[in-house]
């Protein structure tokens, strides 16, 4: 009691010493951090949805060769700067992009709203490197999108590059971006003023923003003295808009104030990408993965997935409990590439019919297997065969089944079941991207 008492009097100083930068902050350094009920709810909301569309977009779409081409061809950041001068997407339409994504059952969208190029995809009183003030084409994009997501109800989620190849007070350097020219350099305390000036903008001027989702902190992993400040900057996102959620895209299991965890092309529990191998938090899951090979757009590459694996890919994601983030680039013209549209729009076929299994479900009691996955909701357990060379299948459920039927169509599926699990028996091997039986517990 008396402790208590002494801590809250210190908690109430320390917020007195800076009164006017009185915040969450203060409280979730002392305290830990306890997310508020509106950013619990958010948590919820994010799970159900399970499904959102990744959009990699910024003045790297003109060259055409990826979001890290600036990096990768040490590109002086003097010569790519004169980019936006000539960036003009005649073509962008929020609602067509917004149709198109809806359209795939996809519930939230995710935008690039800066990237590690530095040139911010909305309009920002903190610097004229953006798309309103620097480009011809004078459009606040994100404006545009964020009006068009309320209007048609789908979440909005921005990234938000934490490194910067352009600025000059993005000092000290990190591993990434040592050929791009900045030989001056400012001061850390102005970047840091400057992201969260951003930041603030972000949260205050474009709606509900459902989520920040950070990238580029493993610009510094080499220096383990660097500090990012983190928990101020992600104390000053909660208490603008309480019901976003913090996701960083660090590759480490996450840190205090987050509230979603991040994998990047791997889903929670692989690694053939490299990224990945960190421990699998209680927070929700999100895998982020690209629909070609490359988050920004790049003009040759084709090598788009089919729409099977697009679905297999977001069926094995709620098996795994974890949300799918499916990336798209959008060309230079502000079109979306019309593959990925033509993917969106096969994708949107399939949930219209099985939706219902991914939707608001959370991973089911029967783990992920070769043969397939489960989702579940309630008493309801989804078992999706994606791969089974038999026709029969058992799962080691000792609750009471008390009914089988094939999704689709409600037929009955015979099976048998003893204490060791249930045996399902099929009239011949399932041969659907997605055989899903309806087991009532
Ligand atoms: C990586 C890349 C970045 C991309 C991100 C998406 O961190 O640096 O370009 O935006 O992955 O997951």
Redesign the pocket.
Known sequence: MKKNFFRKLSIWATAGLFATSLSASTLETEEGYVPSAENQQSREAFQDDKFGIFL?WGIYSMPAQG??YMNNANIDRKEYAKLASGFYPSRFNAREWVSAIKASGAKYICLTSR??DGFSMFHTQYSDYNIVDATPFRRDILKELSDECQKQGIALHL?YSHLDWFREDYYPLGRTGRGTGRTQHGEWKDYYQFMNNQLTELLTNYGPIRAIWF?GWWDHDQDPDFDWQLPEQYAMIHRLQPACLIGN?HHQTPFEGEDIQIF?RDLPGENKAGLSGQSISQLPLET?ETMNGM?GYKITDQNYKSTKELILYLVNAAGKNANLLMNIGPQPNGELPEVAVQRLKEMGEWMQVYGETIYGTRGGIVKPHDWGVTTQKGNRLFVHILNLPDNGLFLPITQKVKQAVEFKDKSKVKFKQDKQGVLLLFDQIPDEVDYVIELTL
């Open positions: 990699h979001e890290w990237h590690h990234y990238d895209n990047e982020c988050w």
